[in-house]
């Protein structure tokens, strides 16, 4: 004994799918795909591939399949991605949702995990760090000017004696353990790989004994300025504000000034954020989004 639907399906099966009315002939689709049952508009150029068995869309012609990722990608890029098998057969670790058969576009950060194209330009507008894994989800490059600004904030901005720190950290980026280092609220440096992406694992000592331990602080800001080749903060805050006179600033007292070259560090800071360029490698999934078409670049 047959189902109901067991019927009609056997009934389509043996007319066959179309995509035209078999009375009037009108069409229901300009594209159509009859392995997937699919129709649509043909305004996002559809294709069907058969290595991932359905149908993607950005026009066959723009996308190469690769067989070890398992997934379509941009041809222009294809030569250059970085090839890792099933690396797409996850899930999106800010939605959920699985980024194989997603139509929205794809974008893998440095440390190789995957992730929605919205949802990473959403992170970063408040954490640089893929959710995964913790590293920084943009290349050392791009990462630079912030950590410069930071480095720079940190030495202009020394930590009063009574909460001066000594502790242990651990870079998320590089994996190195740093011992004995100088502990901020901005952050703490790792002295092998420069990212501020650390994580405190102890403190060691706290308040005066730390200070006593670390030495002045006045001597990093000493240092910070030669390393920019710097006589003072007027130069620090002149070469922030773009190498221009000072103009009115030029009356300032030291404390202005410091207090002026701290407001330009944070906003380099927050500049970067907000216009950073993230890192991407040419994989897809094959939408056609205006501007995030070609959202991975190597």
């Given at each position: 004994m047959f189902t109901f639907r067991q019927l009609i399906y056997a009934y389509f099966?043996?007319?066959?799918?179309?995509?035209n009315c078999i009375n009037c002939d009108a069409q229901f689709g300009t594209y159509h795909c009859s392995t997937?049952?699919?129709?649509?508009?043909?305004?996002?150029?559809?294709?069907?591939?058969?290595?991932?068995g359905f149908c993607r869309v950005g026009g066959r012609e723009n996308f190469t399949h690769?067989?070890?990722?398992?997934?379509?990608?941009?041809?222009?890029?294809?030569?250059?991605h970085n090839c890792k098998s099933g690396k797409y057969m996850s899930n999106c670790p800010v939605c959920q949702e699985d980024l194989f058969s997603?139509?929205?576009?794809?974008?893998?950060?440095?440390c190789g995990h995957a992730i929605h194209w919205h949802c990473f330009r959403e992170l970063t507008s408040h954490d640089t760090r893929c959710p995964v894994c913790k590293k920084t989800a943009e290349t050392h490059d791009q990462m630079e000017e912030t950590w410069n600004a930071m480095a720079m904030g940190i030495?202009?901005?020394?930590?009063?004696?009574?909460?001066a720190r000594v502790v242990d950290i651990l870079c998320n980026d590089c994996e190195h353990k740093g011992e004995n280092q100088r502990w901020h609220f901005l952050g703490v440096q790792?002295?092998?790989?420069?990212?501020?992406?650390?994580?405190?694992?102890?403190?060691?000592l706290v308040g005066q004994e730390a200070n006593d331990f670390l030495g002045p602080p006045t001597d990093l800001a000493h240092q910070a300025q030669l390393a920019n080749g710097m006589g003072n903060n007027r130069d620090v805050l002149t070469a922030l504000m773009g190498g221009g006179n000072m103009g009115d600033n030029e009356d300032m007292d030291e404390t202005e000034v410091n207090q002026s070259v701290a407001a330009e560090v944070m906003g380099i800071m927050n500049r970067t954020a907000n216009n950073h360029q993230p890192f991407s490698n040419g994989s897809s999934s094959g939408v056609n989004e205006g501007e995030d078409n070609n959202m991975d670049q190597s």
């Open positions: 099966a043996k007319l066959g799918i179309r995509n997937c049952n699919l129709w649509m508009s043909a305004d996002e150029e559809p294709y069907h591939c058969l290595k991932c690769c067989d070890d990722c398992g997934m379509c990608i941009d041809a222009l890029l294809f030569e250059d997603s139509r929205m576009a794809s974008h893998e950060m440095p030495a202009l901005q020394p930590v009063p004696p009574d909460m790792c002295r092998r790989c420069t990212s501020f992406n650390t994580t405190v694992e102890r403190t060691v």
